[in-house]
């Protein structure tokens, strides 16, 4: 059998670069097609190890550019995993319109690709890795399960929602075989530090305050990226045609929790946390149901919170230079805009 090919976009960021390593790991005779546009959030010297590795391939581009994505599916390809997106809230209320053309649009292009190359296969799959955020906010009780209705709360999670549409309506006018991901919180290596948990480890390392949005009791589900890679992994290869599964690790924190958690990790003061004045439209909390997948493949996430977000600071600790390296001039710029007078 000819060997897979399999189209990863924005495997350049957090989540997709864990993607890539795993999926070089985990089918060594797979084609690895990396497309990213490198935008801030995507950087090389996340991929440094595996850069020269013959089963992987490379290529800086946009999923919204038509002729680029037709070029790729004209070579033939078996799986594309859409993790591209502008994925940070923040963001999406300083600036919304980026947001719609490369999550809604992007992905529409991709789809459109596929419904052109792909006429009754049995064999391709499109996976959209989306998120739990479509869902909107929960109350203090329940959890989030595939049946949920979706109520995006910000420009970013609209845009996700928009795109797991499209999606879904792909395979029921065109019969495109889709899968639809929605997964909570992800934390690990290698995450960009204008996030909550990079940030506040590097504000930390560096005793500089660290910005608490509101009363800092929001609620978050927390789940390891390699987990979430596993996750990936298994509903790409087993996943039924047209089904969502959410995915998530069971771990509600308070932020405020998991500041304090840092900062006593770090053996640095609580005087240095400062609560600021709240992000417009915040989502109080977030919860995932997995069953869904706990029931149909037996997923379970490997890593247990307490393990897992002791290994990242450990890994900020031991990878300033990875983090001194993705915070360019623009960064800077950012953090200033967002945080100044707050
Ligand atoms: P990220 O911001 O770290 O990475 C996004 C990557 O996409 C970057 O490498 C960027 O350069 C690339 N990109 C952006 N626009 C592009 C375009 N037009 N064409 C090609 N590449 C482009 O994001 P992440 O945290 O790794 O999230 C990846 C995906 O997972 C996103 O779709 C996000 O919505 C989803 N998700 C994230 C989380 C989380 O906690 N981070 C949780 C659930 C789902
Ligand atoms: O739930 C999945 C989503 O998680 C993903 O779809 C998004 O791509 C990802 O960015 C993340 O969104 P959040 O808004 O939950 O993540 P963020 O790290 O920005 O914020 C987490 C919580 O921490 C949130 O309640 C806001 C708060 N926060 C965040 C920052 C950056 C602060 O209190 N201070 C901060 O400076």
Partial sequence: MPAK??????????????????????HPDYQVINLDALTYAGNLETLRDIENNPSYRFIKGDIGDKDLVDKLFAGGLDYVVNFAAESHVDRSISGPEIFTRTNILGAQNLLEAARKYWPRSQTARYLQVSTDEVYGSLGPSGCFTEETPLQPNSPYSASKAGADLLTRAYFHTFGLPVLTTRCSNNYGPYQF???????????????????VYGDGRNIRDWLHVSDHCGALDIVLHQGAPGETYNIGGHNEKE????????????KKSET???YVKDRPGHDRRYAIDSGKMEKVFGWKPRYTFE???RETIQWYVSNQDW????????????????????
């Fill in 323 to 342: 983090v001194n390296s993705v915070k360019s001039g623009d960064y800077l710029k950012y953090y200033k805009k967002q945080y100044a007078g707050r």
């Fill in 307 to 309: 393990q897992g977000i």
């Fill in 5 to 26: 090919k399999i189209l990863i976009t924005g495997g350049a960021g957090f989540i997709g670069s864990c993607f890539v390593r795993q999926t070089l790991t985990k």
């Fill in 255 to 266: 932020n405020i929790y998991i500041v304090r958690l840092i900062l006593s990790e770090l």
């Fill in 272 to 274: 240095l946390i400062k």
């Fill in 193 to 211: 530090p204008e996030k909550l948990i990079p940030l506040m480890i590097n504000n930390a390392l560096a005793v500089q305050e660290l910005p």
